[in-house]
T-cell receptor
Framework: DAKTTQPTSMDCAEGRAANLPCNHSTISGNEYVYWYRQIHSQGPQYIIHGLKNNETNEMASLIITEDRKSSTLILPHATLRDTAVYYCIVRMPSGNTPLVFGKGTRLSVIA | ETGVTQTPRHLVMGMTNKKSLKCEQHLGHNAMYWYKQSAKKPLELMFVYSLEERVENNSVPSRFSPECPNSSHLFLHLHTLQPEDSALYLC?????????????FGAGSRLTVL
């Protein structure tokens, strides 16, 4: 799988949008971009994924650049419960290829 | 509750004990995974089962022995562990197909080896 680069940590004020960047400059044409988060001592939680187009669901929006070399996860109105480690992962669509997690970005939402 | 249930949630064992971690998924998925998360380290993939057959074993020591009796259940048998094996062990499941693959994780089993 292509490697991703994320900032180690970020802060965000409660109620503001949290924009989490991810660099995946070596991504191949058919690799998906996934985002997961892990709240302290819990299992990771799926947030969103995309291939080429921007995606939105009830949790977040995913903006993928046209060249697909980077993406941004947007939490539109961050709450204290969004404090977590956020993982950006790229993965081939092969059925048995597992997700490989990096160190992620530790997002702290501040009141 | 995510649809993936892990038991026990907490386990303390001595180095000579034999214990097992259990994972059960209620999602109808056909692939299951064991991950290990040590303190301040990224998640490490341990084992992958697809259609009840092991398809990946990430150089895991033999003191960890997985078992997948059917598509809904996954076990991790533990014996003669070391203190450095203390970690959060996470089970996940997914429905394998070409294209996007979303994993659903359980809450984890926190293991302490004395």
């Amino acid at each position: 799988d292509a490697k991703t680069t994320q900032p180690t940590s970020m802060d965000c004020a409660e109620g503001r949008a949290a924009n989490l960047p991810c660099n995946h400059s070596t991504i191949s044409g058919n690799e998906y971009v996934y985002w997961y988060r892990q709240i302290h001592s819990q299992g990771p939680q799926y947030i969103i994924h995309g291939l080429k187009n921007n995606e939105t669901n009830e949790m977040a929006s995913l903006i993928i650049t046209e060249d697909r070399k980077s993406s941004t996860l947007i939490l539109p109105h961050a709450t204290l419960r969004d404090t977590a480690v956020y993982y950006c992962i790229v993965r081939m669509p092969s059925g048995n290829t597992p997700l490989v997690f990096g160190k992620g970005t530790r997002l702290s939402v501040i009141a | 509750e995510t649809g993936v249930t892990q038991t026990p949630r907490h386990l303390v064992m001595g180095m000579t004990n034999k214990k097992s971690l259990k994972c059960e998924q209620h999602l109808g998925h056909n692939a299951m995974y064991w991950y290990k998360q040590s303190a301040k380290k990224p998640l490490e993939l341990m084992f992958v089962y697809s259609l009840e057959e092991r398809v990946e074993n990430n150089s895991v020591p033999s003191r960890f022995s997985p078992e997948c009796p059917n598509s809904s259940h996954l076990f991790l048998h533990l014996h003669t562990l070391q203190p450095e094996d203390s970690a959060l062990y996470l089970c996940a499941s997914s429905q394998e197909h070409s294209g996007a693959n979303v994993l659903t994780f359980g809450a984890g089993s926190r293991l302490t080896v004395l």
